[in-house]
């Protein structure tokens, strides 16, 4: 309910009623009164439900999604995660396409775009599969989704200096094989980061 709350304050939707209810039912708790606890936690999920439906939009009678009730869905659902996914793996995909070749140190950038690549693949994967699963991605930080990938771009580049160090002369089959070390590179990194380095488990 605490989530739900404060999903529902950062899409700019009135909880003040629903607050208030939410606070009594945690201090009958704290009391072991459970059942006024249960009365009042009862009481604060009908006034967010109210709340929620009274940003939503009048047409012809009907009730439709706002931009606040919108944000709230996609907040309490965790689903900013796929859709930052998708945007920002389209983003390395162009980066790809029309800078790939650009070298900084005699390094291509596509070796710290493909690895970014396959950090956002791993995120949209398991958001995917988490939705799936429950309905929800519980631990959504989609923050760390933007900040994270940044950190994968660079273990794509030093494993390109690596892994370009240890073989012999270029080719084809040489830097496809470099393309997949990198983009397991960005997945990979971002697993750990994810998992151990951020408690944010998806």
């Not at 404060?6 to 059942?35: C, G, P, T």
């Not at 900084?104 to 956002?120: D, H, K």
Request: charged share 15%.
């Amino acid at each position: 309910m605490g989530n739900k709350l404060e999903n529902a304050s950062r899409s700019s939707i009135d909880i003040k009623d629903s607050y208030e209810f939410y606070v009594l039912a945690l201090k009958e708790l704290n009391k072991s009164n459970e059942q006024d606890a249960f009365i009042y936690y009862d009481r604060a999920n009908h006034e967010l439900i109210a709340a929620i439906n009274n940003n939503k939009w009048s047409v012809n009678g009907y009730r439709i999604h706002s931009p606040r009730t919108i944000s709230y869905s996609f907040k309490n659902s965790g689903l900013y995660s796929i859709i930052y996914s998708v945007i920002f793996t389209m983003c390395f995909v162009y980066l790809t396409y029309h800078y790939g070749d650009l070298k900084i140190q005699n390094v291509p950038l596509w070796s710290a775009f493909y690895s970014g690549f396959g950090a956002y693949s791993y995120i949209l994967g398991s958001s995917i599969k988490k939705f799936y699963q429950n309905g929800i991605i519980e631990n959504d930080k989609s923050g760390w989704f933007v900040t994270i990938p940044v950190l994968c771009m660079i273990s794509g580049y030093m494993v390109y200096l690596i892994f370009n160090n240890s073989i012999g002369n270029e080719s084809v089959d040489r830097v496809s094989i470099t393309i997949l070390i990198c983009f397991l590179a960005g997945s990979i990194t971002c697993w750990y980061l994810l998992k151990e380095g951020t408690n944010i488990h998806l």
